[in-house]
Every structure is written in C-alpha cells, then in structure tokens.
C-alpha cells in the first residue's frame, strides 16, 4: 500500500489541541476521528537535527553521529557546524526505490546535498547550496511554476515588522503543499514525505498567537486539498520531529560551565565582547547588508572580523566557539538544547561527568526555583551505535519551559533570563497521526510511540523487509485486524546482506525479462 508523510516541525498537541476542539483544523480533526494518534517521543535533544534523521532511517543518534546541529569535536578541537554525515545512512525513500517504488521528497531536513533516488528529492535550506533538487533540473520548474524559495527573509522578525514575515512565511508553506500535490498527481508515487518547516518558526516567535493559529489553518486547509479522494489509495501519516512548549525561563549553559570554572575562554573573546558593546553583532550588520540589498554577509565584510561577532541575544554560536575556548584547560563545553561534552579521561572524566550530571538535576533558577532540566542522561543509556564515542557525555532533557542556549555569552554573563525573543522552545512529546485504508479507525489513541518507529513501521506497510540496524519497533497495534499488513509477518534483512539481496532479486528479474524474449522469437 503506497504512503504519504506529511511533517509538521514542532507539532505538538499541547499547542493545537484547542484548535481541533474547536473545529479550525478540520481535516487534522478528520483524520484523528479516522484513525490513530499518540504523543511522539523524539530522541534526545528534542530538535530538528537529528530527529527528522532519526525518523527517516530508524536510527538513534549514536549510529547516526548528529547529535545536534553542530557536534564538538573534543580530539581536534574543534566545534563542527554542517555535519557532513547527513547521508551516510539509508532512509525510508532508499528502501522504497530500491525496491522499484517512486518516491517524492519535499523540503526533509538535512538531505543537503540532494542524493539520487528513484523520483524526485528537493532539499532543505540548511545546505545553502544553489543546486538543492535531484533531478538537478527539477529546481528550475520550481521556480518558475510555484516561485519556490529555500527559505523566506526573517529578517523582519529582527526589524518587529511581524507581518511582513508571517506572510511570507504563509506563502513557502503553500508552495510546499502546491508542489507535493502537483508531483504526486504527475508521478503517481509510491511514496511521498513534505516537510513543513517553518510553522515552527511561527511556534518559536509567537507560540499560540494569531500569526501562529493562521499558518495552522493553512496547513490544515492544504492538508485536506493534497488528500482529497485519496483516501483508499494511501496510508497517511502526520508526524513531527517534536513538540513545543512557552518559555519561562532561559539557561545559558556555556555561561554556568565558565563560571563553575569548567569552561575556560580565550583571551580573543574580549574583541568580541567590546564589539558587542559597540553594538555591532550580526544582526547589525545583516540590516546593512539588507539596505544595500547585497548578497550574504561575506561580500561587505572579511571571515576574519565576522568570527567575533556576536548573534543580536550576545552570543558566539557553532563554528565560531572554536577559536573562543582554551582547549586544553576546559573540562566541559555545551551545544544548545541539551549535549553536554567533557574534555576529560579517565577517572578524572567519571568523577567530573558525576558531579555534573547531579549539579545539573539539581540545578534551579536562584528566582523562580525552578528546574533547569527534566532528567539528565549518561551517553549510553539514550545512545548505541559506532558514534557513540563521539557523543556527548551527558544529555539533558529539558525542563518544561525551559530553553538552553549553547552559545558562549559575550553582551552579557548571566546563567538565568527571561525569555528574549522566542516565546516557545522544544520538548520531546510530538504527534503522530495515522489514517488510511490498513489503519485502526475510531481515534483510537495510542500508547508509547517513538519517533524510531515510523521507519520500520512504513517499510512494512509497504511490504519490504526491514534492515534490523533500525531501533525502533512495527507498530503492529495500529493495523486493522483483517488487514494485509496485520496478516503479514514481519520481515527482516541483515543490513549489509541488504544490498546483496536486493542485487540478486534484479538479477532474476533480468534474466526471466531475457528468457520471455528468447521465447517470444
């Protein structure tokens, strides 16, 4: 049976809930009455990267080696922004198309550069590169037939000019939906993910306002315009990589690690800190670059000065940590949202990873006496795979309005604030949706479903066998009784016998093709 993913980044039902009591999400509200629901636990940290990779190849962090947007590299030195391992696994379209099914892939977070697969894929805008479609060519009718953008211009959010954003916003979501229904009637796929990115966007800035419960009536209102008469032809699936919460309080992590006296700092950081002062950052400079309507911050001004601005909040951020940290007298450093690394071994590196993990448990706002996290997880208890060496040593899941800010403070040395921009923040609870003719009707909710599930889930309504290098689990409870899916056993392959198989499946199809025509002369 084909399938069609729709993802909604940060969906969660803490948000939506009242909207689909009310009846402004209709189709959502359709869908859930149709079929089966849960809360969608994401993997650890709760964040676009790596948890729309998780979905799409089964896998956990730790066989994956993204453990955020950036991964600090302890052994050189290093923090490395643009993970460059975003297709070292193979994903549910791999699967599909090696078994001769077409596949569509819209928008999907962190397939930059875009690979081969048998249909069509179209990147996400995290790579920045110009060439972001396979077939390469495929991005010139995107421009033109549907005004396709990568990204729209935040940046009205800097300059409050909320609107002009929100509407631009409004217009790349409908240009997703207009491509995937326009694709899927071309190519009658077998398969299809979009992505919708940037109603999270609207979820950081606005959480639950007007701007928010607007881009959600979109989506709703093109969801049932891509679904319209497809309901016995595809399994349906709406899933998140995560959910969002407000925020109440903000914790700069890095800022705590310096002043507890495990992150030591470089005396370059004062370059940066009196750049700040004079009110020049990166947002400064990019209202500029916007006025003199150049491209990119790189042609008005050198590397060199832009590694010591800070972000418009006061912060160094990815990359630019690297040269701000002395390495080799720094125990620990943090990535925003939750990894914790320590530059330790040893008996040293268990002692100190234990004195950390119970002063972050611990850890309260000195005002509100609330919590800084959830729970506070050692690398192996949450991870497993060849990456795992490279983790972070320890893991928080974030406390429930809490945001965890990874950049190292240059405007100002506080460990506590309120809430700066962002009005929302991640948390691990997503949603997970799914309708369609093999599927449980009667909103039937669901118990525990993890965002490793979904892979081998769909690979299985689709009747091909599931490499047993994924986590995750069939979700078996979610068929139909009587359906083929239900009937059907479950099927796995030895990974790398996975190839192997598949080769010797093309090779019989090759030589029976040969052998009806030798007789057909």
């Not at 791999?94 to 596949?103: A, I, Q, R, S």
Request: proline share 5%.
């Amino acid at each position: 049976m084909k399938v069609i993913v729709i993802g909604l980044d940060g969906a969660g039902f803490e948000l939506i809930q009242p909207w689909l009591d009310s009846g402004k999400l209709p189709n959502l509200r359709k869908l859930i009455n149709r079929g089966c629901f849960a809360n969608l636990e994401s993997c650890l940290p709760p964040t676009t990267s790596p948890s729309w990779k998780c979905y799409s190849t089964g896998k956990n962090p730790g066989k994956l080696g993204i453990f955020w947007w950036e991964n600090i590299d302890l052994k050189n030195k290093r923090v490395i922004f643009r993970i460059p391992r975003v297709n070292e696994s193979k994903e549910i379209w791999d699967f599909v198309g090696e078994n001769e099914g077409k596949v569509g892939i819209i928008n999907m977070p962190l397939t930059y550069p875009p690979k081969k697969v048998n249909g069509f894929l179209i990147s996400d805008w995290f790579g920045g590169g110009k060439n972001f479609t396979y077939p390469e060519e495929l991005k010139y009718k995107l421009q033109r037939d549907f005004n396709y953008k990568l990204l729209p211009d935040l940046l009205p959010f800097i300059q409050k000019k909320s609107g002009d954003v929100v509407r631009e916003i409004l217009e790349v979501i409908n240009s997703r939906f207009a491509v995937a229904r326009d694709m899927l009637n071309k190519y009658d796929l077998d398969f299809l993910h979009v992505t919708i990115f940037y109603i999270n966007t609207l979820q950081h800035n606005f959480w639950n306002n007007k701007f928010t419960e607007e881009g959600w009536k979109l989506i709703d209102s093109n969801i049932g315009l891509l679904l319209e008469g497809l309901e016995d032809r595809y399994n349906v699936f709406i899933i998140s990589d995560h959910g969002s919460n407000k925020i109440d309080q903000v914790f700069y992590i890095n800022n705590w690690l310096e002043r507890e006296g495990y992150l030591k700092l470089s005396s370059t950081i004062k370059v940066s800190r009196l750049l700040y002062a004079l009110r020049i950052n990166k947002h400064s400079l990019a209202r500029i670059v916007h006025k003199l309507h150049i491209e990119g911050l790189k042609r008005l001004v050198p590397d060199k000065i832009t590694g010591f601005l800070a972000s418009e909040a006061g912060t160094i951020d990815h990359s630019q940590k690297t040269d701000k940290v002395i390495w080799d007298k720094t125990k620990a450093i943090a990535s925003g949202q939750g990894p914790v690394y320590l530059n330790l071994k040893g008996k040293e590196k268990e002692a100190v990873r234990e004195e950390l993990l119970r002063k972050l448990e611990n850890l309260r706002n000195p005002k509100t006496g609330k919590k800084i996290a959830r729970k506070v997880y050692r690398r192996e208890k949450i991870y497993s795979g060849k990456y795992l060496p490279e983790a972070p040593d320890l893991i928080i899941d974030q406390n429930r309005g809490t945001h965890i800010r990874g950049g190292i403070g240059v405007g100002k040395k506080d460990v506590f604030e309120e809430p700066y921009r962002w009005k929302a923040e991640n948390k691990r609870e997503g949603i997970v949706i799914a309708s369609g003719p093999d599927i449980r009707k009667g909103e039937k909710r669901l118990g525990r479903v993890s965002i490793l599930d979904l892979a081998p889930t769909i690979l299985h309504l689709m009747n091909i066998p599931i490499p047993d290098d994924m986590d995750g689990r069939v979700l078996t409870e979610i068929f139909k009784q009587d359906s083929e899916p239900a009937k059907r056993e479950v099927k796995y392959q030895e990974a790398e016998e996975y190839q192997a198989q598949l080769e010797k499946e093309r090779i019989k199809q090759r030589v029976k093709i040969i052998q009806q025509s030798e007789k057909l002369r």
